[in-house]
Nanobody, 127 residues
Framework: VQLVESGGGLVQAGGSLRLSCAAS????????VGWFRQAPGEVRKGVAG????????FYTHSSRGRFTISSDNTGNTIYLQMNALKPEDTGIYYC?????????????????????WGQGTQVTVSS
């Protein structure tokens, strides 16, 4: 299983970016996929998740209304559309996949339930 993130970059506050998480070796059919941000010196924190079994999306208080997680029709790519970006959104963004869907509604932000990770893509938001 390989996950590859792309789409990061440098953007001014208020701008937008769309991150992609492409999968090989599995399809995002029966898994949960989460997007996480890791700032320097901090732990990896969930920003959005999607339960592919029913397409339900999950967000944090900070990401709700600004970020949108979605998937393409092939089931092989998960996107994170990020709008109204803020400097505190800066960090390395990782996507993770898990088949541990029990209580995913509350567990999706927990990095330890994800078994497969990409290498990350850097997002920098300047003020």
């Amino acid at each position: 299983v390989q996950l590859v993130e792309s789409g990061g970059g440098l953007v001014q506050a208020g701008g937008s970016l769309r991150l992609s998480c492409a999968a090989s070796g599995l399809t995002f059919d029966d898994v949960g996929v989460g997007w996480f941000r890791q700032a320097p010196g901090e732990v990896r924190k969930g920003v959005a998740g999607i339960r592919k079994t029913d397409g339900r999306a999950f967000y944090t208080h900070s990401s709700r209304g600004r970020f949108t997680i979605s998937s393409d029709n092939t089931g092989n790519t998960i996107y994170l559309q990020m709008n109204a970006l803020k400097p505190e959104d800066t960090g390395i963004y990782y996507c993770g996949a898990t088949r541990q869907l029990f209580n995913y509604v509350t567990r999706w932000p927990d990095a330890f339930i994800y078994t497969d990770w990409g290498q990350g893509t850097q997002v920098t938001v300047s003020s």
